[in-house]
Nanobody, 124 residues
Framework: QVQLVESGGGLVQAGGSLRLSCAAS????????MAWFRQAPGKEREFVAA????????SYADSVKGQFTISRDNAENTVYLQMNSLKPEDTAVYYC?????????????????WGRGTQVTVSS
């Protein structure tokens, strides 16, 4: 059974940083592209960042370029999202997800394993 378990969310002041982690089990982690999506209240789930199987390719939403960094450790079956200079508009539930496609896909439809999410709240 595939499990993706996010951690590291919480409440932070604007300008602060958080590092999200996603521990994967039940799948051959190195064979999957990984990504982070987020969903704010009343909004659709949106792409944040993705990383290819080897980690050699990454993709970012324009809204987080230069602010967030995605990385992975295939030995630890874990993907990370380093979030710096956080803003109130970054408040959302952040979801970890896995795709069997090559590269670093950005479309939600490319992903089929999902975690339950971790709440990130940025206060002004």
């Amino acid at each position: 059974q595939v499990q993706l378990v996010e951690s590291g969310g919480g409440l932070v002041q604007a300008g602060g940083s958080l590092r999200l982690s996603c521990a994967a089990s039940g799948l051959t982690f190195k064979n999957y592209a990984m990504a982070w999506f987020r969903q704010a209240p009343g909004k659709e789930r949106e792409f944040v960042a993705a990383i290819s199987r080897s980690g050699g390719s990454t993709s970012y939403a324009d809204s987080v370029k230069g602010q967030f960094t995605i990385s992975r450790d295939n030995a630890e079956n874990t993907v990370y999202l380093q979030m710096n200079s956080l803003k109130p508009e970054d408040t959302a539930v952040y979801y970890c997800t896995a795709s069997g496609q090559s590269g670093s896909p950005v479309r939600l439809s490319s992903y089929y394993y999902w975690g339950r999410g971790t709440q990130v709240t940025v206060s002004s």
